[in-house]
């Protein structure tokens, strides 16, 4: 069987791509910091009062991880936790969908590979 090689062009776009992730994503990746604006919380009560004077969080356009994802997340990995499939998050206003939702797509490879890791690592 001949061994098929990759054309110049491809190799270049393939390390261009490569070094485009690792030069955007490399704290995440590497456990640094978190993909996520939970710093934004430092600038509510009750955290306010421990933020350090001249405070500022890093990425205010995350906000959406802080406010709805990452609480039901939390959920999600108590009920598996407990041995329970969540359909329903009760915390949510009067609740919402939890297993069907399209915020959180907890059946998807990309979300049941990021279940093997802390939460803080996502």
Known sequence: MVARQLRPERTVV????????????????????????????????PWVEHAPPGYHPTNLALGDTVNYALPA????????????FPLWDPDVGLGTPLGASLTIPVLSPFHLLQLLFPLWYG
Request: charged share 15%.
């Open 73 to 84: 997340e939390v959920v999600l990995r108590h009920a598996l936790v407990r041995h329970h």
């Open 14 to 45: 393939l390390v261009l791509l490569a070094a485009g992730v690792l030069v955007l994503f490399w704290r995440p990746l590497l456990g640094v910091s978190a993909f996520s604006a939970d710093d934004m919380t430092s600038l509510d009560a």
